[in-house]
């Protein structure tokens, strides 16, 4: 339960009620403020005894009543005046009972001149009206059920409280529509007086003793209408407090309830009146749901009765007026400030730093930057310093000065490493003192996290020369410390100092040398250094070396390692690969290092070389007794039987003997082959294996000698007649394809020649290059067309006699061209066998397709 606590001032001789403070962690909804200018002063002689709210026109009286525009007032007192009167216009009603007149409710329209009504409350309920001619006429809504303890009006409709119970009036129709009998008569109506307050229009919420309920005033349906009212009302809820009411009031869709309570001394279990209480509630259909409770401190709660306390309201401003016989204090709807002013009270700062960046437009009070700086210096007392220095990043933004101010902070009480991670590196820049001082601080106690920052932080936040002496200073005690000497070596990068990074990059054979040399292009400074980078890494160095050539020649390179062969042969043996033709100059000397320092890599590089001496390749590999190498030199020398007579005597590998007589395709040395082969029956089996296609078996097998026992000769000798069948198929299906692909072939030559040849007046004739055509297309003509598509006059014939023999008795006639053939195409196809064994064939069109008819 949340506690409102105020401190009361004013007179030394005024006796004052202490607060009792609850620690809760539930933040209260409303709070609290006494009213002042006078109201303390009037309070300390009379007793207030009502009280009713408006932004306008507040009036203290035994029962004041304003509508809702605030500009008329209704006023009755004990002693039986009753006065409506207008504030701002001269219109009055004024009338004096015979009887106390205890409560008064004006129209809530009562500015509309049809809506001047008001009623009044004493042993009846009266009703007044102005008539047309300005008249007031009174009339009797209810009595004979005891005093009228409470109205309520709300547009058209009148509520009201008696002794008996809460009845509803609709002002339009003239009918009393419900009657909501009293829970619990046990109670004096005079001592727990019933709370009325509408919702809205159609809803009435009723409060007493301890019993809540919500009525909805609802439309009758026509045909439920007989005699009844056209309004019935619907109890929606209806549920029970812990306490006694003395007040209701509407806020948003909860309520707000003031609380007469009683309890009982512990020491003398005696009942007594406690601190009365506001409480906010969520109604639900038969109970409701505390949201918020606050014991309320007013002036002389211990002698008040549930009676004595009222509670007003304000719609428009959430504004509860709690009024007692000596006090009266207004709560208030808790805004944003109110929020974060309880969350720092909590000491909840990150959740009002949150609240207030939410709300900033809101906020009046507060600012996010002095929220966030508690909050710092809250983790800070806290000893939380990496949170502290981590919420430094949100809370000083780019504001340089906080940023330095806070570093300091930290300095004092020993924390500047927690802080460092976080410094602003870029906008804001700080001053380099501050940098400086952080670094020092790791220097002399923590070199990794002094490594850290000069590889994070960027060269121009500090002075380079001031950090280079201070690393310098400790390495005179530590020389040989790697991480000292690393950032050294990139500070002096920073510095632009690239020999002597450099130099420590290859004490250390750091692997960022190779990134260093690219990136600031060093390579004039490599050049006595190539031995250093090689033996670091090797791969690296040489991929480095071979890629700047232009930089570093090839020749610089195989001076410096000519006393290190090892890694000679590594550089010549990648700038081979790279390109056979670069370092040709150096493929003699490249014989010897792969002899020495890679053997398998010799072969392919006497196979891919056309620069090596082969003479000096052979006597290296006959010393060295390098048989394969050797074998490959003699054969492309030209010397294939000493090669093929070493692999037989030095390998004794028949396989390979066999692979290198078919590479070479020799017949003498299959037969020199066969010669060594014949008394070995290891080699006469792998012979009979692999010779079949390409030497005829049978030379073999004579001269195999009777009894000799040859393994698997079975197997070989299948293999061979396998092999011969396989050969022989093989013949004759190509025969077969063959034939049949010279058949087709021939085929479509003759549907080829047999094709037609369109004439027409474009073509020429070859010889005379006239129009093949004649013009008078009555004339006799003949003409020759070879397949080739030249075409000649017969008289043009470059051989007339042999173009005779070619025509025969196939010439065109003139007949052929009557005027019956016009817009007809005439094609001759010619035949004889001598053109076609020239590939030549004779058509022969004639088209007289210019004759239209």
């Known amino acids: ?208 003793g301890t019993s809540v309920k919500i009525c909805s005033v609802k439309e009758r349906h026509a045909s439920e209408m007989r005699d009844l009212p056209s309004r019935y009302v619907e109890i929606v809820s209806q549920f029970e407090t812990e306490f006694y009411i003395s007040g209701l009031a509407p806020l948003c869709d909860q309520l707000v309830v003031l609380s007469y309570v009683k309890e009982v001394s512990e020491k003398t279990e005696r009942e007594y009146c406690a601190r009365p209480r506001l409480d906010i509630i969520q109604p639900l259909s038969e109970t409701c749901e505390e949201i918020s409770s606050d014991a309320l401190t007013v002036r002389g709660f211990q002698e008040n009765e549930c009676r004595d306390y009222h509670l007003e309201y304000s719609e428009g401003e959430s504004l509860f007026y709690i009024v007692s016989p000596r006090d009266v204090v207004v709560a208030k709807e808790r805004d944003q400030d109110d929020h974060i002013d309880w969350l720092l009270e909590k000491k909840k700062y990150e959740e009002a730093l949150m609240a207030a960046e939410i709300s900033q437009k809101n906020i009046k009070r507060h600012k996010i930057l002095d929220i966030g700086l508690a909050y710092i210096n809250h983790l800070v007392a806290r000893g939380e310093y990496d949170i502290a220095a981590r919420k430094c990043q949100k809370i000083l933004g780019k504001n340089a000065a906080l940023w330095e101010y806070e570093v300091y902070k930290f300095k004092e009480i020993g924390q500047l490493k927690a802080i460092s991670p976080y410094l602003p590196r870029g906008d804001p820049v700080l001053k380099p003192l501050i940098y400086e001082m952080i670094l020092h601080e790791f220097l002399e106690s923590d070199y990794e996290g002094f490594a850290t920052l000069i590889r994070e932080w960027p060269g121009d936040l500090y002075n380079n020369s001031v950090i280079v002496q201070a690393v310098r200073d400790h390495l005179k005690k530590d020389s040989q410390n790697r991480t000292l000497l690393k950032t050294l070596a990139e500070l002096y990068t920073y510095d632009k100092n690239y020999g002597n990074a450099l130099e420590i990059y290859l004490t250390l054979r750091h692997k960022d040398v190779f990134q260093l040399i690219h990136k600031h292009n060093l390579f004039s400074s490599i050049k006595d250094k190539i031995v250093l980078l090689m033996d670091f890494d090797s791969e690296k160095a040489v991929d480095m070396l071979l890629d700047n050539e232009d930089k570093i020649s090839i020749k610089k390179v195989v001076e410096e390692l000519e006393d290190r062969p090892e890694l000679q042969h590594v550089y010549l043996h990648k700038l081979f690969k790279r390109d056979h033709h670069k370092g040709q100059r150096y493929h003699e000397k490249q014989i010897s290092l792969y002899a020495e320092f890679d053997r398998p890599n010799l072969l392919p590089f006497l196979r891919d070389s056309i620069h090596c001496p082969l003479e000096k390749a052979l006597e290296i590999c006959q010393q060295r007794n390098f048989v394969e190498e050797t074998v490959y030199l003699l054969s492309r020398m030209g010397n294939s039987r000493s090669a093929l007579k070493m692999i037989m005597e030095e390998l004794h590998d028949v396989d390979k003997a066999i692979e290198f007589a078919k590479e070479q395709d020799d017949a003498e040395l299959w037969e020199d082959l066969i010669l060594y082969s014949i008394d070995k029956p290891p080699f006469i089996t792998g012979l009979l294996n692999n010779i079949g296609t390409h030497v005829d078996p049978i030379l073999l097998i004579h001269r195999i000698k009777e009894g000799m026992e040859i393994p698997n000769l079975r197997d070989s000798l299948v293999k061979i007649l396998q092999d011969y069948n396989l050969q022989i198929l093989l013949r004759e299906g190509c025969k077969k394809i063959l034939v049949a692909d010279s058949l087709s072939l021939l085929k479509k030559m003759h549907r080829t020649q047999m094709k037609g040849i369109l004439v027409d007046e474009e073509n020429i004739c070859e010889s005379c290059l006239s129009p093949i055509l004649p013009s008078d297309a009555a004339k006799p003509f003949s003409m020759v067309v070879f397949h080739c598509r030249h075409m000649f006059h017969k008289e043009c014939l470059p051989v007339p006699s042999m173009v005779s023999g070619w025509l025969g008795h196939h010439q065109l006639e003139s007949s052929w061209c009557s005027q019956r053939d016009v817009l007809k195409m005439i094609t001759i196809l010619l035949g004889h066998p001598l053109a076609q064994s020239y590939n030549l064939h004779l058509c022969l069109t004639v088209s007289l397709s210019h004759q239209k008819k």
């Open 1 to 208: 339960m949340a506690e409102a606590e105020e401190q009361e001032t004013g007179s030394l001789e005024e006796s004052t009620d202490e607060s009792e403070e609850e620690e809760s962690e539930e933040e209260p909804k409303l709070k609290y403020e006494r009213l002042s200018n006078g109201v303390t002063e009037i309070l300390q002689k009379d007793a207030a005894s009502c009280m009713t709210v408006h932004d306008k026109s507040p009036v203290k009286i035994n029962q004041v009543s304003l509508d809702e525009s605030g500009e008329h007032m209704g006023v009755c007192a004990e002693d039986g005046k009753v006065q409506v009167f207008g504030l701002y216009s001269g219109e009055e009603f004024h009338e004096t009972f015979d009887c106390p007149i205890k409560i008064i409710a004006v129209h809530p329209h009562f500015v509309r001149s049809s809506c001047k009504q008001f009623v009044t409350g004493g042993k009846k309920l009266l009703l007044f009206e102005r008539s047309w001619m300005s008249r007031w006429k009174s009339s009797v809504l209810h009595e004979g059920e005891g005093n009228i303890r409470s109205v309520k009006w709300r547009g058209h409709l009148i509520a009201w409280a008696n002794n008996m119970g809460v009845k509803i009036f609709d002002i339009t129709s003239k009918q009393r529509i419900t009657n909501v009998p009293r829970d619990d008569i046990s109670l004096r109506p005079d001592m727990y007086p019933c709370s009325l307050c509408w919702k809205d229009n159609v809803t009435l919420i009723i409060g007493w």
